[in-house]
């Protein structure tokens, strides 16, 4: 009874630990989202701040660090971010990468 008890805890223990590190993954993924838009729009001009700076605050106010920033393209209106989630001493970081700007412009694309 007791090894039947020891395995309910360890699988109780395993889904704990899956769950958390998707809820994790998640609350990345959209600090990555938003960084980015608030990076793109002070890369455009819309916002105060230098693109990296807006997306680092924007990051820190979601419990998450940004970890890569870079614009990109020909005038520097695309950001790319990648930010990190600490989740427990257990699971490794989570992570969260997104892009945001103009789309790129496509020369062999017809326009309706």
Partial sequence: MAGVALAALLLLAGIVLFVQGSVAASRAATAADLSALAAADAARGLRD?????VAATVASHHGSRL??????????HIVRVQTELDVSPVLPPATGQARAGPP????????D
């Fill in 67 to 76: 970890t890569g920033c870079s614009l990109e393209g020909p005038s520097g």
């Fill in 104 to 111: 790129p412009s496509d020369p062999d694309r017809k326009e």
């Fill in 49 to 53: 701040g230098s693109p990296c700076m």
